[in-house]
């Protein structure tokens, strides 16, 4: 069969078209020009779209096409060579910060749908495929990568603090487990002490990852239903998530291997929801960038509007946003003013311009837990530096105050 390399049309007649015949090549981006009036909108809607929309409603049932709306029959002798086509209407609509060419043509919204349905989705953590295996895909790839080795079929369970951990593991022992994996340690659960007590306080602290051992088996093809069946309830227990753990030989290490049944990366098992248009949209509140909001940009404090006259010293009132406020907020910048330049140390007599790149960087953005203010009598917090102290949410600072990037 020869492949069509052109869309040809002949005889259109549509409005001002005069028996027109054109060929356009395929898989080409080409662009209809010509002066108000020539037929270019006839030729693209009227003649081209209209027929491939026609034939794209002839492929569909009768009851579908039944709620589609239907266009005329195009006055062409015919058209070869087209496929089903989308056609984005021109439009005027409404814009806003987040607008783009494709947005405003509704072009976004195809591609949305588009990735959604055949988009290849990889892990953000690790680049891992991100793919749905079925339960018995799951079964074929353990007997194919751990063929004849010896597996344990693991199920992770909870991640809680050693505290928690005491009351927990009991009620599991009473439901049948018999082992767990702590934190990559495999321990029997009628053990004494299997959360030991006396920690320092940084390890009561931490969380404890626990895993289930749900089985140990032999991989081999005469255990596939015994395989199948730890598989399922590992995925039960462990929230669509199983982990294998597979050991060539006695002496050898085990390795991991992450299965899931729901959407899960080949290599780390993260589980992902399924892909729908919403997640491309940078528009959605949830799917939108952190930082720009979805905007492309941000606003941010200008040093220099910070501190407008560099002449004048920190006691004198180079930095602009503490000589805001009322009298009391006007004293704790001045106590600490004064703590500030004993820590550092430096004058703050001395003009702005003056002092050492260092120092301005210090107290404009802040010096982590190395400097501390002393906010009242019964609390010191870290110096976090004049310009976060101002992007704190609940504060509105005046526009000119900002700059874009």
């Not at 356009?24 to 027929?51: C, M, N, W």
């Not at 802040?366 to 019964?378: P, S, T």
């Amino acid at each position: 069969m020869q492949v069509q390399t052109h869309i040809h049309i002949k005889g259109a007649r549509e409005h001002n078209l005069q028996n027109l015949e054109v060929r356009i090549p395929r898989g080409k981006l080409v662009v209809i020009t010509g002066p108000s009036g020539s037929g270019k909108s006839s030729l693209a809607f009227d003649a081209i779209y209209a027929e491939g929309y026609r034939k794209y409603m002839e492929s569909l049932s009768t009851s579908a096409r039944q709620v589609l709306e239907q266009l005329p029959r195009p006055d062409v002798d015919y058209v070869h060579g087209l496929s089903p086509v989308l056609a984005i209407e021109q439009r005027t609509a409404g814009e806003s910060p987040r607008s783009t060419i494709a947005t405003v043509t509704e072009v976004a919204d195809y591609a949305r749908l588009l990735w959604a349905l055949h988009g290849e989705a990889h892990c953000p953590k690790d680049g891992g495929k991100v793919v749905r295996r079925s339960l018995d895909d799951n079964v074929q790839r353990v007997l194919a990568e751990a063929a004849g080795q010896r597996i344990m079929v693991l199920a992770p369970a909870l991640r809680a603090k050693p505290s928690v951990l005491r009351e927990e593991l009991p009620r599991l022992r009473q439901r049948g487990f018999q082992r767990v994996r702590l934190n990559g340690e495999i321990k029997q659960l009628d053990e004494p002490d299997v959360v030991p007590n006396g920690l320092a306080p940084v390890e009561i602290a931490v969380e404890i990852a626990v895993d289930l051992v749900v089985d140990r088996l032999v991989a081999v093809e005469e255990q596939r239903s015994r395989l199948a069946d730890s598989l399922e309830l590992a995925c039960r227990e462990g929230a669509d998530r199983a982990i294998i753990l597979a050991q060539a030989s006695r002496d050898a290490e085990w390795r991991e291997i992450q299965l899931s049944q729901s959407l899960a990366c080949e290599i780390c098992g993260d589980v992902f929801e399924k892909l729908t248009p919403r997640h491309f949209s940078f528009n959605h509140n949830q799917e939108a960038c952190t930082t720009c909001g979805g905007l492309g940009r941000k606003l941010r404090f200008v040093p220099e509007l910070v501190v407008p006259d560099t002449a004048k010293s920190v006691r004198g009132g180079a930095l602009k946003p503490w000589r805001l406020g009322g009298k009391n907020l006007i004293i704790q910048h001045n106590a600490m003013l004064k703590q500030l330049a004993e820590q550092l140390p430096f004058d703050a007599n001395t003009p702005w311009a003056n002092l050492d790149e260092d120092v301005r960087q210090t107290l404009l953005h802040g010096a982590g837990e190395r400097l501390f203010a002393r906010m009242r009598v019964a609390k010191t917090m870290p110096w976090t530096g004049v310009i976060p102290a101002l992007m704190r949410p609940g504060r509105r600072p005046k526009v000119k105050d900002f700059e874009l990037v």
